[in-house]
């Protein structure tokens, strides 16, 4: 009731302009000039609502007062929609003025709600024991009652509290069941929400592939090439030193990759934009030798012609196809194939399986714990290119995932 009773009151200082056009038109009856003052002074309280800043006041009143799930701010559609999705729903005329409707409804039943209360709040204090009239009255429209003394005013004294107390209720009940509907959001506001959630959790999923690509594989690198340098250090140092370099370089590369991440999740602009496409696939394949894996590449096509999304999702998909070689194969040659044309691009990796590994090249990497994301991810990321996917043994001694994706989703 308190929420009702400030709505009663914010508009009290509108009504002596409201009564301005009345007192111009002084030789109206008094019915014309009070519904003009009532017409006047509805539509400055409607006027008001019309501003944002009364709506965000609203929003935090009513979630405060009358515990109502409200954002604490009005929806706001996003600044711009995505480049491949579709544009956001405006407001309509009708979605504008529902906070002046909620302005007036909250106006109206806050005096009906303040005043009928009072009223009969002051009845009942004063009709026990007839303490401020000899022979008390309570008068509505054409029904009157005459309670007597003793406790026939004690019972209409309760009577009246009590129907205090269910007025109180009723427009609380009614301001709670009318506040969602008309503070909530709109429908256009509800679509752009789930619009900007769609593309929040789209740009959270793709920074989980490239966090889970490039770190998951620089690690597994590393951790490789520091066992390698480990055991060579003082039969082979130029080995060993081979080994070290390759550990900076992946680890520059990571740090790169990171920040870039790091800078989206911040909402800055990050200092660096990794964009790795099939250009840098030479580099990848050497940062492998040097962890003693045995890589056998066989590059076919002019990759230079692979551009945009397709040549960096290339790029990730055999990434992680040469992490999950080096995790889980059984030692021997890991087999890369890439092969362009006009109209698709494949992608190959084959590795050995098997319980014994080759010790010359496994030799102290022990288990790699798997989050069990990897492949799935793969499987998204070639959907959404619409290519296709397949990842499985082939024959017994060997696993090969294999990638075909159509040349027309390079962006």
Known sequence: MLFASLGAMASAPLLPLAALPALAWLSA?????????????????????????????????????????????????????????PAP??????????????????????????????????????????????????????????????WQSWVAALVCLLLAALVC???????RWLAPRLLGPSAAERLALAAEREQRLAERNRLAHELHDSIGHTLTATTIQAAVAGEVLTADPEAARA???GIEESARAALEDLDYVLGVLRAEKAGTTPARTLADLPELIDRLRHTGAVVEADLTGDLAQVQGTLSRAAYRILQEGLTNALRHGAGGPVQIGVAATRDRLELSVVNRTGREKDTDTAAGRGDFPTSGHGLPGLAERVRLLHGEFRSGPDGTEHWRLAVRLPARATA
Do not use: C, M, N
């Open 29 to 85: 009856p008094y019915e014309v000039q009070a519904a003009l003052t009532v017409v006047v002074w509805a539509a400055l309280v409607a006027a008001a609502g019309l501003a944002p800043v009364t709506r965000r006041v609203l929003i935090a009143s009513a979630r405060r007062l009358l515990k109502v799930p409200l954002p604490q701010t009005p929806l706001r559609e996003p600044a711009s929609a995505p480049a491949d999705g």
């Open 89 to 150: 729903a405006a407001s309509s005329p009708a979605d504008r003025w529902r906070t002046p409707l909620w302005l007036l409804l909250h106006v109206a039943l806050g005096w009906a709600g303040t005043l009928t209360a009072l009223v009969l709040l002051l009845t009942g204090l004063a009709l026990p024991e007839h303490w401020l009239d000899d022979r008390p009255e309570i008068v509505l429209f054409d029904w009157t009652l005459r309670p007597g003394r003793g």
């Open 169 to 175: 209720a009723a427009v609380t009940r009614a301001l």
């Open 243 to 245: 080994a070290l370099r």
